[in-house]
């Protein structure tokens, strides 16, 4: 049995979120299939089925049959959770199912990380923004127009065209094969792990595979958006571990197989 699929909204896919089993049975659980974006959802060949459940029950922290779940923003739109229907019998039996909630997180390849189910009564710090956890996180916003924060070459052109772009302007360029990357400079605290969200406007010229790159301990990740959808927002790339200091720690690369106009708007850096 499959039912109840939910929509969650990536950088550049759309995750459909599904219950599979009985609901009564303690192996009710979530499963996951995703369609890039702009992808005509409507051609079978175009979905990807994800291997094994996503979210299933947690024996050690007596949760069974989790499913039949939905998605929110944080207050403050900093954070994505789960709610779901969840018992703590492992019979067979539809009684005594009750609703919970708690954060999820994203993978460095842009897929949804729902953890564990929590064991019933575990506390937890509520949504960030809400009145009983209102945001204190470090966060800091460069955008391509903050002074000494943003770097790129003339070949990056301005524009104010889209009515989604954050602030006065925006960068764009054409792609090339060849490292001409536009870089946001962040002053990083210290060394830990931060959530990387970026903000584009979008439209039908504009890059169907833009470059992101995170400079990290370990070396240069780089994670694709399809700019053509999503704008106007900010947009989880995923969390990373990012070293101490000021430097430039997240770039837009012109090098791309990609077609279109390669956008540089603003980047995020949340401490978590």
């Known amino acids: 049995m499959r039912e109840g699929p939910t929509g969650l909204r990536g950088a550049s896919r759309l995750f459909l979120v599904y219950s599979s089993c009985d609901t009564g049975k303690p192996d009710y659980q979530l499963w996951m299939k995703s369609i890039a974006n702009g ?20 024996d050690a922290a007596g949760v069974y049959g989790p499913g039949h779940n939905g998605f929110f923003k944080s207050p403050d739109g900093s954070e994505d959770w789960i709610v779901y229907h969840g018992k703590t019998t492992s019979a067979y039996t539809y009684a005594g199912r009750t609703t919970r909630a708690q954060r999820i997180s994203w993978n460095a390849d842009g897929t949804p990380n729902m953890g564990r189910p929590y064991a019933l009564g575990t506390a937890l710090t509520p949504p960030a923004g809400d009145p009983d956890n209102p945001s204190t996180a470090w966060s800091q916003i460069v955008d391509n127009t903050t002074e000494g924060r943003f770097t790129a070459s003339t070949a990056w052109g301005v524009s104010a065209y889209s009515t989604q772009r954050y602030g006065a302007d925006y960068r764009y360029a054409e792609p090339v094969s060849a490292s001409d990357a536009a870089w946001y400079r ?43 959808y999503n704008g106007g927002g900010w947009r989880t790339l995923g969390t990373f571990t990012l070293s101490a200091g000021d430097e430039n720690k997240v770039g837009v690369s012109r090098w791309t197989n990609g077609t279109g106009l390669v956008i540089a708007d603003a980047v995020r850096l949340t401490r978590v």
């Open 39 to 58: 992808a005509d959802p409507l051609v079978p060949a175009n979905w990807v089925q994800h291997a094994g459940p996503v979210f299933w029950r947690n």
């Open 186 to 228: 962040f002053a990083v605290p210290e060394t830990g792990t931060y959530r990387v969200d970026a903000w584009w406007p979008a439209l039908p010229g504009y890059s169907t595979k833009a470059p992101y790159v995170i400079v990290t301990p370990s070396g240069n990740q780089t994670v694709h958006v399809d700019q053509r």
